[in-house]
């Protein structure tokens, strides 16, 4: 590796104030979401177009230096961590929508483009950007597309992958090339399909194609109390079973409704040990047909008290509640992690037994929010961090409710993505010979590993943890979380 | 392009071995001692490998067939990759439930490996999305020989590369799948079907861009000749009340009264029965701005067609003597096409028009298939 040699080459394709090399300016890149980790890297440098991407890429794999793509550093699981020898490429600047096509019903965008801009840029042609995780006032498509990113309404709408229809991609020895299309059907194997949730490993995404969708005319929302939480997860599968597809299908515990409760004055019917929220979306007449079914689901499913929002107002206020669920969470708790896994649907209760049993028995606090309708739990267990060893008892727990959802035949990760954090766990999915592969096919495109060093793969080494707790932007109110 | 009876001669005594593993650990075994193969599921789509050499080895996966896991509660559902979709169908309408990216060919005994090998969607896919949208995990021998598992079991997993949709349309390059894990839905309480007819190419584009920018439970969008004119069909699919409203909206879209028609007009959609055993038969995926470019080629080369998705796949029957021209003109339109059944007249296939082989595709290779075992298609 020749960092210097590297940093020469950049040095003639990019002004000097786009080249980060002080102390202070790193430091502001040492951490993603996950703030247990912290590495400062040896620069950030800022890209203003694919040319610049390329130049940076080509410099580093000739001289062997690790870099990491960066958009607006939210992951959750350490995906964009620095590499302490390497070069931090911070795409914020690659920002613009460069296309809307109503009458194809795609958007391109640069990588770097914001979640949320990109829907607020289609709404005058009635259209939306259907991926919405919760960090989307901030987060990047280029990072969604990077972890495969979902949201509140994956259910019914899918993940980032089932929207994106073309990458341009910058690949590890500097090639650009486009990947799919502007079509919704493809010839030939889905290479967009792989890309997408790769985390960063395959190459760097300059320019991204989605598809559209037509905004849903009509919401109805509805929140029904139950006193047990196996009886919520019962009306989940009665709900999903019946044929009907809400737009989202979410539960929270006592825990986090306290938490909601407590940060942002959110109201639950007492009496309640969880809460199901249900939203339905789509066409006015199909919306006012399927609230009639799911007004008769509910009934039948023995709940406590049933809420409807009566209009805009009272819709926001639950989603408000739900959404600020995670931050609530840290007025409970000084410092907390956020689990990810999934477990089949069928397998919820069980699995929520499991999780309440280990939290009786190591004392530890754990508050439950989850997106119901696709099994995905995001178990938040409490922990302050001054006390000794209590960081390292939080990320057993953590560590055993992973295993937990694997043996129950789900997966380590969602939608955070593997990342830093939850390498260890990639070997209790898969098997050596699946990990060769996957490596295989890595080392083909980044023969040094320079894309993303240290990520995924359970072999790395891991720098020293820090705390969990809130990242920076949720801390100053700005952001909140699912 | 008939090929001479020296090369059939010659063509016999060189003809490759069909191997029919019985076991996943048996097809891994045959990889790993063959130099050449080319994967054989149910015999429905030829087409893709009508240009591999005989000589390659059959890797007929027939007798890898079966359901292996499925939970109607969970809407997953794991099967062998030889098993015939009907098998599948029957399975799933028993609990109310289907494949929502609506696979073709099901009658004509085509297999689940084959269908996603060649990323087959049907006219349903307009409601949910295609057959990428739908994998959820797989198995598979790569050129080392080696079964890998890719994905997961249940309906949302980010661990680990993706697999299963990079294999949704490999037509059996890079590996050869030995299992699916799939994502499946309830049917819908009912389904209508509508016509609307007399459009031209630009009205046609104009319809489904109206229909598409609404939120209305589409559930399928077919297009299809009708002498110099387009009929367009359109299929609903939800709760009765909720359609009847929405074919009111529609109407009222659309300045027509779209006339209803029974569920037999699919059929032969579905089922590419109107393309002749004289024809190839083409399946073209495009934007819906080169809808009408791609028509004028069809119609250049004297060809039929069908298309699907609100005009994003085209489905073309080609007569035999057009192979090449027409794959010209879909490079000159930036088109990439995947044939489906060769003529009987003629043995070209594999893809046609502009390239997709690339870089990454080619690196991608090179770590599942470095010897090259599964072989490379055309374009
Ligand atoms: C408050 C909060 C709420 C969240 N809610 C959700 C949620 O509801 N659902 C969900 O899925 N996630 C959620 N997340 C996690 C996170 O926001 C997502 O993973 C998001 O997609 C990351 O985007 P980013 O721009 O911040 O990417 P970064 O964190 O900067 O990067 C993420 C990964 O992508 C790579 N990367 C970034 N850009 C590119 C590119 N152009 N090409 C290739 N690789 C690239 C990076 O190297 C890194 O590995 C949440 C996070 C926070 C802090
Ligand atoms: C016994 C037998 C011997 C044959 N011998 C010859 C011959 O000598 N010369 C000749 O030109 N043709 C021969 N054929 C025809 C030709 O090999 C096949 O038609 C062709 O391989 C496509 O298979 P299919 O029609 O079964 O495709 P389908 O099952 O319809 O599959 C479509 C495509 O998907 C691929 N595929 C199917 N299943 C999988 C899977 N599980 N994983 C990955 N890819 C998959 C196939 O390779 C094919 O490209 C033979 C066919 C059979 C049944």
Not at chain 1, 228 to 243: M, N
Request: hydrophobic fraction near 45%.
């Amino acid at each position: 590796m020749n960092f210097d040699a590297a940093l020469d080459e950049i040095r003639r394709a990019l002004p000097a104030e786009r080249i980060v090399l002080e102390a202070g300016g790193l430091a502001a890149f040492e951490s993603d979401g996950l703030t247990a980790f912290a590495v400062r890297p040896r620069a950030v440098v800022v890209p203003e177009s694919e040319a610049d991407v390329v130049a940076i890429v080509t410099a580093c794999a000739r001289h062997r230096v690790p870099y990491v793509a960066r958009g607006s550093g939210t992951s959750l699981s350490g995906g964009s961590l620095p590499h302490q020898d390497g070069i931090v490429i911070a795409l914020n600047r690659m920002n613009a929508i460069l296309r809307i096509d109503p009458r194809e019903r795609i958007a391109v965008v640069q990588a770097g483009a914001i979640n949320l801009a990109l829907s607020a840029k289609a709404a005058p042609h009635g259209l939306y950007y259907a991926p919405d995780p919760s960090s989307q006032q901030i987060c990047t498509i280029g990072g969604n597309v990077a972890f495969n990113s979902g949201g509140a309404h994956c259910l019914k709408y899918g993940m980032t992958a089932n929207h994106v229809l073309g990458l341009r991609v910058v690949l590890p020895d500097g090639t650009v090339e486009s990947l799919g299309g502007e079509s919704c059907e493809q010839v030939g194997p889905d290479a967009v399909g792989l890309f997408v949730g790769s985390e960063g490993l395959l190459g760097i995404a300059t320019e991204v194609t989605v598809r559209l969708l037509p905004k849903p005319q009509a919401f109805h929302t509805v929140l029904a109390g139950y006193a047990t939480l196996e009886q919520a997860g019962d009306a989940v599968t009665r709900i999903v079973g019946s044929g009907l597809l809400p737009g989202a299908l979410e539960i929270m515990d006592r825990l986090s409704m306290d938490a909601a409760h407590a940060a942002v004055g959110a109201k639950y019917p007492a009496g309640c040990e969880a809460v199901l929220i249900v939203e339905l979306d789509g066409a006015g007449d199909w919306v006012d047909v399927e609230r009639r079914r799911l007004e008769r689901l509910i009934a039948d499913s023995g709940p406590v008290e049933v809420l409807i929002a009566d209009d805009a107002d009272e819709r926001l206020k639950i989603w408000k509640g739900r959404k600020s669920a995670f931050s609530a969470v840290g007025r409970l708790s000084p410092d907390f992690i956020v689990q990810d896994g999934v477990v089949p649907r069928t397998k919820l209760a069980e699995a929520l037994r499991g999780i309440s049993a280990m939290s009786r028995e190591t004392g530890i606090r754990v508050a439950n929010v989850f997106h119901a309708g696709d099994g995905n739990l995001h178990p938040l267990i409490m922990y302050d961090g001054r006390e000794p060893g209590a960081l390292e008892r939080a990320e057993e727990l953590a560590g055993r409710i992973v295993a937990l959802c694997v043996d129950l035949g789900g997966s380590i990760t969602g939608e955070h993505g593997v990342g830093m954090e939850k390498r260890q766990f990639l070997s209790r999915m898969f098997s050596e010979e699946d990990i060769a592969a996957m490596k295989r096919v890595r080392h083909s495109l980044d023969p040094d590993e320079i894309s993303n060093r240290g990520k995924v793969f359970p072999d790395a080494e891991a720098p020293s943890l820090r705390m969990y707790g809130l990242h920076p932007l949720e801390a100053a109110g700005q952001v909140s979380r699912l | 392009m008939n090929p001479s009876n020296a090369t059939e001669a010659d063509a016999a005594s060189n003809r490759g071995r069909v191997e029919r593993p019985e076991t996943p650990d048996e097809a891994a075994r045959i990889v790993a001692a063959s130099e050449r193969i080319v994967v054989v599921g149910r015999g429905t789509k030829p087409g893709p490998r009508a240009g591999d050499p005989v000589s390659a080895i059959r890797l007929d996966l027939s007798a890898l067939s079966g359901i292996l896991e499925y939970e109607p509660t969970e809407f997953t559902l794991t099967a062998r990759a030889g098993t015939p979709l009907r098998e599948l169908r029957a399975a799933l309408e028993e609990n109310g439930q289907y494949l929502p990216f609506d696979p073709p060919l099901v009658d004509a005994g085509a297999s689940l490996g084959g269908t996603l090998a060649c990323g087959l969607s049907g006219p349903g896919r307009v409601r949910f999305g295609g057959a990428r949208d739908f994998v959820l995990g797989l198995r598979f021998v790569d050129g080392h020989g080696t079964i890998v598992r890719g994905g997961g079991k249940v309906v949302k997993n980010a661990a680990g590369f993706d697999f299963p949709k990079f294999f949704v349309g490999a037509c059996g390059e890079f590996g050869a799948v030995l299992e699916w894990t799939v994502k499946v839905f309830p049917l819908p309480p009912v389904r209508r079907s509508f016509v609307v007819d007399g459009l031209d190419p630009a009205r046609a584009v104009d319809t489904i861009v109206r229909l598409t920018t609404r939120p209305l439970d589409l559930d399928a969008l077919d297009l299809r000749p009708e002498g110099e004119r387009i009929a367009m069909r359109i299929r609903m699919a939800g709760e009765p009340e909720s359609i009847e409203r929405q074919v009111g909206t529609i109407a009222s879209l659309l300045n027509v009264e779209p006339a209803e028609v029974g569920a037999i007009a699919w059929y032969e959609l579905d089922d590419l029965t109107w393309c002749g055993a004289d024809r190839t038969l083409v399946r073209v995926p495009t934007p819906l701005g080169k809808f009408s470019a791609l028509l004028a080629a069809i119609d250049a080369e004297g060809a039929d067609w069908r298309a699907s998705a609100g005009g994003q796949l085209v489905w073309v029957s080609l007569p035999a003597e057009g192979f090449a021209s027409f794959g010209r003109r879909m490079a000159a339109l930036g088109l990439t096409g995947l044939t489906i059944r060769p003529s009987s007249g003629s043995p070209r296939g594999g893809r046609i028009g502009s390239s997709i082989e690339r870089t990454f595709l080619t690196r991608v290779r090179q770590a599942l298939d470095p010897q090259g075992r599964f072989g490379v298609l055309d374009a």
